[in-house]
């Protein structure tokens, strides 16, 4: 893990962090602001690329941040490609370096921020409402087996 890092809480922009974090982030849901949706965004993949391994689908968060201009080199293939060449440091790093841009945004535009009345999770990527009906659908379908055992 890089030495100074968002996820030590020693990065330069770690106390601007934690600070948006409280001001911006809703407990759940979507933030109020562009920018602040960004800054939630990005905080998702950080914490699931270090809590879970990249366990979840984040396509949405990614697709969202892309659509704005951050995270534009991540994707799953260089993930899968590059990871394995250059190690974790080479994710850790980037993470970093694409959050830290988000963060300089959302203080950039602090007070004439954009506001929105949208969900991320709802336009990009697989959203809430459309994994809700498939995981509906797949246990309409189990219901409906009748498995001769």
């Not at 993930?79 to 190690?87: A, C, M």
């Amino acid at each position: 893990m890089n030495a100074s890092s968002f996820w030590n809480g020693n990065h330069e922009l770690s106390e601007e962090q934690e600070r948006l974090a409280k001001d911006y982030m809703p407990p759940m849901g979507a933030a109020e602001t562009l920018e602040a949706e960004l800054f939630r965004a990005s905080n998702r993949l950080l914490y699931d690329y270090f809590c879970n391994g990249w366990c979840n689908n984040k396509t949405a968060e990614l697709e969202f941040l892309k659509a704005y201009g951050f995270f534009t080199s991540l994707t799953v293939e260089n993930l899968v490609e590059e990871t394995p060449l250059y190690g974790r440091e080479w994710v850790e790093e980037h993470l970093d370096s694409e959050h830290a841009r988000v963060i300089e945004n959302l203080l950039e535009n602090e007070n004439d921020q954009t506001e929105i009345d949208f969900d991320f999770m709802d336009h990009y990527g697989l959203g809430i409402a459309d994994y809700n009906r498939l995981v509906d659908e797949m246990s309409d379908s189990e219901e409906e087996d009748d498995y001769d055992w």
